[in-house]
């Protein structure tokens, strides 16, 4: 599994928004309500469910 410093949040040759652990695009509102306060996300649909999402998994890394 990738570490925060093998992805990059803001890929910068497209523009793109990706979660921290998996790597899957997710758009700027989907980190601005899931993520925490510094953009970072560290969880999405891809890798976790919605209950962990809404419990606060987008916001802790494990």
Same mark, same amino acid.
């Given at each position: /599994? ?7 949040? %803001? @890929? +910068?040759?497209? $523009? +793109?928004?990706?979660? =921290? ?6 758009? *700027? ?6 993520? %925490?306060? *510094?953009? %970072? =996300?560290?969880?999405?649909? *891809?890798?976790?469910? /919605? $209950?962990? =999402?809404?419990? $606060? @998994?987008?916001?802790?890394? @494990?």
């Amino acid at each position: /599994m990738p570490t925060k410093l093998a992805i990059v949040h %803001d @890929d +910068q040759s497209s $523009g +793109q928004t990706r979660c =921290l652990t998996c790597g899957s695009y997710v758009t *700027e509102g989907f980190v601005r309500v899931f993520g %925490d306060n *510094e953009n %970072d =996300l560290y969880a999405c649909l *891809e890798c976790t469910t /919605m $209950g962990a =999402l809404r419990a $606060g @998994d987008g916001v802790h890394p @494990d």
